[in-house]
Protein backbone atom coordinates (compact mmCIF):
# COMPACT_ATOMS: atom_id res chain seq x y z
CA UNK A 1 0.00 0.00 0.00
CA UNK A 2 1.38 3.54 -1.10
CA UNK A 3 2.04 5.69 1.87
CA UNK A 4 0.44 9.02 1.06
CA UNK A 5 -1.36 11.74 3.11
CA UNK A 6 -4.80 10.04 2.55
CA UNK A 7 -6.21 7.61 4.78
CA UNK A 8 -6.73 3.98 3.91
CA UNK A 9 -9.62 3.23 6.18
CA UNK A 10 -12.85 4.46 6.76
CA UNK A 11 -13.80 7.39 9.18
CA UNK A 12 -13.69 5.25 12.13
CA UNK A 13 -17.19 7.20 13.62
CA UNK A 14 -19.11 6.15 11.09
CA UNK A 15 -17.79 2.54 10.75
CA UNK A 16 -18.00 2.23 14.68
CA UNK A 17 -21.76 3.09 14.14
CA UNK A 18 -22.12 0.82 11.24
CA UNK A 19 -21.16 -2.30 13.04
CA UNK A 20 -23.31 -1.21 16.30
CA UNK A 21 -26.40 -0.93 14.49
CA UNK A 22 -25.75 -4.10 12.84
CA UNK A 23 -25.11 -5.63 16.30
CA UNK A 24 -28.45 -4.35 17.56
CA UNK A 25 -30.56 -4.95 15.03
CA UNK A 26 -29.39 -8.59 14.97
CA UNK A 27 -29.52 -8.79 18.89
CA UNK A 28 -33.03 -7.03 18.16
CA UNK A 29 -34.46 -9.22 15.44
CA UNK A 30 -33.02 -12.80 15.97
CA UNK A 31 -31.61 -12.38 19.74
CA UNK A 32 -28.24 -12.56 20.67
CA UNK A 33 -25.94 -14.60 18.64
CA UNK A 34 -23.69 -17.67 19.44
CA UNK A 35 -22.06 -18.84 16.26
CA UNK A 36 -21.75 -18.28 12.55
CA UNK A 37 -23.33 -21.61 11.14
CA UNK A 38 -25.36 -20.35 8.54
CA UNK A 39 -24.08 -22.72 5.89
CA UNK A 40 -25.80 -25.55 7.94
CA UNK A 41 -28.84 -23.79 8.86
CA UNK A 42 -29.81 -23.43 4.98
CA UNK A 43 -28.72 -26.81 4.66
CA UNK A 44 -30.90 -28.40 6.72
CA UNK A 45 -33.94 -26.17 5.52
CA UNK A 46 -32.71 -27.75 2.11
CA UNK A 47 -32.61 -31.58 3.59
CA UNK A 48 -35.90 -30.82 5.52
CA UNK A 49 -37.34 -29.78 1.94
CA UNK A 50 -35.84 -33.04 0.19
CA UNK A 51 -35.32 -35.92 2.74
CA UNK A 52 -37.31 -35.12 5.75
CA UNK A 53 -37.10 -38.15 7.15
CA UNK A 54 -32.78 -37.98 7.44
CA UNK A 55 -32.86 -34.32 8.55
CA UNK A 56 -35.25 -35.54 11.07
CA UNK A 57 -32.95 -38.54 12.19
CA UNK A 58 -29.68 -37.04 12.67
CA UNK A 59 -29.09 -35.35 16.05
CA UNK A 60 -26.60 -32.63 14.23
CA UNK A 61 -29.55 -31.17 12.48
CA UNK A 62 -31.55 -31.58 15.26
CA UNK A 63 -29.39 -29.30 17.73
CA UNK A 64 -29.48 -26.50 14.88
CA UNK A 65 -31.96 -23.83 13.67
CA UNK A 66 -33.47 -23.83 10.55
CA UNK A 67 -33.43 -21.32 7.86
CA UNK A 68 -34.65 -18.12 9.08
CA UNK A 69 -33.08 -17.90 12.00
CA UNK A 70 -30.13 -15.52 12.62
CA UNK A 71 -27.90 -17.67 11.48
CA UNK A 72 -28.45 -17.45 7.64
CA UNK A 73 -29.14 -13.75 8.10
CA UNK A 74 -25.92 -13.39 9.81
CA UNK A 75 -23.88 -15.15 7.10
CA UNK A 76 -25.48 -13.14 4.19
CA UNK A 77 -25.77 -10.05 6.37
CA UNK A 78 -21.48 -10.72 5.70
CA UNK A 79 -21.61 -11.22 2.01
CA UNK A 80 -23.70 -8.19 1.74
CA UNK A 81 -21.17 -6.37 4.17
CA UNK A 82 -18.11 -7.57 2.57
CA UNK A 83 -19.37 -6.60 -1.29
CA UNK A 84 -20.43 -3.25 0.13
CA UNK A 85 -17.12 -2.84 1.93
CA UNK A 86 -14.78 -3.70 -1.02
CA UNK A 87 -16.52 -1.51 -3.35
CA UNK A 88 -16.94 1.41 -0.95
CA UNK A 89 -13.17 0.93 0.14
CA UNK A 90 -10.77 3.95 -0.82
CA UNK A 91 -8.22 2.47 -2.29
CA UNK A 92 -9.21 -0.09 -4.84
CA UNK A 93 -9.42 -3.85 -4.07
CA UNK A 94 -7.30 -5.96 -5.65
CA UNK A 95 -9.25 -9.37 -6.29
CA UNK A 96 -5.78 -11.34 -6.63
CA UNK A 97 -3.47 -10.09 -3.71
CA UNK A 98 -0.02 -8.43 -5.18
CA UNK A 99 1.81 -11.89 -2.80
CA UNK A 100 -0.25 -14.57 -4.70
CA UNK A 101 0.24 -13.10 -8.13
CA UNK A 102 4.05 -12.72 -7.64
CA UNK A 103 4.14 -16.97 -6.53
CA UNK A 104 0.98 -18.02 -8.98
CA UNK A 105 0.31 -15.36 -11.19
CA UNK A 106 -2.30 -13.39 -11.59
CA UNK A 107 -5.19 -15.80 -12.71
CA UNK A 108 -8.22 -15.20 -10.49
CA UNK A 109 -9.49 -18.63 -11.11
CA UNK A 110 -6.91 -20.60 -9.43
CA UNK A 111 -7.07 -17.96 -6.57
CA UNK A 112 -11.18 -18.40 -6.19
CA UNK A 113 -10.87 -22.33 -5.97
CA UNK A 114 -7.64 -22.51 -2.91
CA UNK A 115 -9.82 -19.63 -1.18
CA UNK A 116 -13.69 -21.58 -1.59
CA UNK A 117 -11.16 -24.46 -0.41
CA UNK A 118 -9.92 -22.98 2.48
CA UNK A 119 -12.78 -21.84 3.51
CA UNK A 120 -14.70 -25.44 3.27
CA UNK A 121 -12.15 -26.66 5.25
CA UNK A 122 -12.34 -24.30 7.82
CA UNK A 123 -16.27 -24.45 7.69
CA UNK A 124 -16.20 -28.38 7.98
CA UNK A 125 -13.80 -28.40 10.50
CA UNK A 126 -15.92 -26.07 13.27
CA UNK A 127 -18.94 -28.34 12.53
CA UNK A 128 -16.88 -31.54 13.33
CA UNK A 129 -15.43 -30.20 15.94
CA UNK A 130 -19.24 -29.06 17.25
CA UNK A 131 -18.99 -25.69 17.14
CA UNK A 132 -17.73 -22.38 15.81
CA UNK A 133 -14.21 -21.77 16.20
CA UNK A 134 -13.91 -17.82 15.76
CA UNK A 135 -16.14 -17.90 18.25
CA UNK A 136 -14.10 -19.53 20.90
CA UNK A 137 -10.99 -17.21 20.04
CA UNK A 138 -12.81 -14.16 20.31
CA UNK A 139 -14.92 -15.32 23.18
CA UNK A 140 -13.05 -17.13 24.98
CA UNK A 141 -9.56 -14.46 24.42
CA UNK A 142 -12.08 -11.88 25.89
CA UNK A 143 -13.06 -13.91 28.80
CA UNK A 144 -9.61 -15.08 29.31
CA UNK A 145 -10.12 -18.45 29.20
CA UNK A 146 -7.64 -20.84 29.04
CA UNK A 147 -9.15 -22.75 25.82
CA UNK A 148 -9.30 -19.42 24.03
CA UNK A 149 -6.20 -18.16 24.33
CA UNK A 150 -4.57 -21.41 23.72
CA UNK A 151 -6.65 -22.28 20.68
CA UNK A 152 -6.04 -18.01 19.16
CA UNK A 153 -1.72 -19.34 19.82
CA UNK A 154 -2.23 -22.27 17.65
CA UNK A 155 -4.44 -20.42 15.39
CA UNK A 156 -2.29 -17.93 14.89
CA UNK A 157 0.95 -20.46 14.73
CA UNK A 158 -0.94 -22.80 12.06
CA UNK A 159 -1.78 -19.77 9.77
CA UNK A 160 2.08 -18.40 9.95
CA UNK A 161 3.09 -22.03 9.44
CA UNK A 162 1.02 -22.23 6.31
CA UNK A 163 1.91 -18.68 4.79
CA UNK A 164 5.59 -19.86 4.85
CA UNK A 165 4.64 -23.03 3.65
CA UNK A 166 2.60 -21.36 0.63
CA UNK A 167 4.78 -17.96 -0.19
CA UNK A 168 8.63 -18.75 1.11
CA UNK A 169 10.31 -16.19 2.97
CA UNK A 170 9.73 -13.03 1.65
CA UNK A 171 12.92 -10.78 0.39
CA UNK A 172 12.87 -7.80 3.20
CA UNK A 173 10.88 -9.49 5.19
Known sequence: MKNNNTS???????????LAGIIVFIFATFGPPASSSGFV????GLLQAV????AASKAH???IPGPGSWLLA???GMAIGGFIAGRTFPQPVRDVPEIWEAKFGPGRLRRYVVTFTG????LF??????GCTLGLFISGSAQLAVSGLYFGALI???AMLTSRLIYGRQKGR
Open 61 to 63: YQS
Open 8 to 18: AYWNIYPAAIA
Open 51 to 54: APDY
Open 41 to 44: SALK
Open 119 to 122: GFLI
Open 74 to 76: FVL
Open 125 to 130: SSRLAG
Open 156 to 158: FGA
